[in-house]
């Protein structure tokens, strides 16, 4: 791997602090001051590294599709933390006006495709994208993130099989967290090292990856992307964790997982890397706080940007609905 900047490790650093202030916040916000609502939220913490490293191996013109796990790889691909926080507390100024909510955090600006909440459904979208990419004579590579769950869904196999067949320029990314849901791997995948499915399809298969570690998804996925973009689609399996349950309404996962939790939480991604910037630099810590304290304004300034914002008026309900027409219904 080419020697990284000094800037790029200190961007990334940024980027998971971000993720992580963010989502902390978003567990505040939900079960504390209620000012985000419903009954699906699920947060990013733990997997930040996974997000950084593969999306920092693309252009701006390459596309991301992934879940409902969706606020941080938004936050990577630049979408702004306004607009996020905005949609996750149903205003209008958030991405998708308020009517999307945490789990449809889409920025067609930022090649951000969303966001979707039927598991594996995506995943049929990520290989139209590609198709896309190629019908169009571009460069333009898809990466598509995959819950370890979706990989029994019957989309999954459609999607990888019609992108091999067509030799599209996919990035398929497994975040293996070894539980869907409250359902352990190896409870519901005959083969549990996920990266082999590729082989049923014919595909480039670049194995598992330590998905705690920066610089190893960075790799692995500047591999991927460069594969990708002159021969085809690869699948990777990134090894990873969540630290909260699998959405808000998951009450047991602390008492079910807590020991498991711990061992993950003793590898943590964002330690890992500010180990490595203070092992290969000297004097860091200042800097790093500076960033701490720099993306926690960030933070707070998109709680106030979203509180100050209006709600979605009647209208709002149809309008977008369908294409070129707009109905009044007040
Ligand atoms: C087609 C479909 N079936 C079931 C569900 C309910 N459901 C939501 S998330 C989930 C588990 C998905 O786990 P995984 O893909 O591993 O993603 P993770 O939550 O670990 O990121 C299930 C079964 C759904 N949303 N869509």
Redesign the pocket.
């Known amino acids: 791997m080419a020697a990284l900047k000094k800037e790029t490790l200190l961007e990334w650093y940024r980027q998971m602090v971000l993720i992580r202030q963010f989502e902390d916040r978003c567990a505040d916000l939900y079960f504390n001051s209620k000012k985000i609502t419903g009954v699906y939220m699920?947060l990013y913490s733990g997997h930040e590294a996974v997000g950084v490293g593969a999306l920092g191996a693309l252009k701006e013109t390459d596309h991301v599709i992934t879940?409902?796990?969706d606020h941080g790889l938004a936050l990577i691909r630049g979408v702004s933390a306004d607009a996020i926080m905005a949609e996750m507390m149903g205003k209008r100024t958030g991405t998708s006006g308020g009517k999307g909510g945490s789990m449809h955090i889409a920025s067609r600006q930022h090649n951000f495709w969303g966001g979707y909440?039927?598991?594996?459904?995506h995943l049929p979208l990520a290989t139209g994208l590609a198709l896309g990419a190629r019908y169009n004579n571009t460069d333009e590579v898809v990466v598509s993130m995959?819950?370890?769950?979706?990989?029994n869904?019957g989309y999954f196999h459609e999607a990888l099989n019609m992108s091999q067949l067509w030799d599209l320029p996919n990035v398929w990314i497994i975040?293996n967290?070894l539980?869907?849901?409250g359902t352990r791997i190896e409870d519901s995948s005959g083969q549990t090292e996920l990266h082999k499915r590729a082989i049923a399809f014919g595909m480039k298969d670049l194995g598992r990856v330590d998905g705690q570690d920066v610089f190893k998804m960075y790799e692995a996925a500047s591999e991927a992307v460069e594969y990708a973009r002159k021969s085809g689609p690869v699948l990777i399996e990134a090894l990873t964790y969540?630290y909260e349950g699998?959405?808000v309404s998951d009450k047991t996962f602390d008492k079910r997982f807590g020991d498991e939790l711990k061992a993950w939480e003793a590898r943590d991604p964002i330690n890992i890397l500010a180990h490595h910037i203070t092992t290969k630099y000297k004097n860091m810590d200042a800097e790093l706080e500076a960033i701490k304290a720099e993306t926690l304004k960030v933070v707070d300034a998109s709680v106030e940007f979203a509180s100050n914002s209006p709600d979605p008026d009647l209208n709002d309900l149809v309008a977008n609905v369908y294409v070129g027409r707009d109905y009044d219904v007040i």
């Open positions: 699920h879940a409902y796990r909440a039927i598991v594996g459904g995959i819950g370890d769950g979706a990989t869904n975040e967290n539980v869907g849901m969540r699998h959405g």
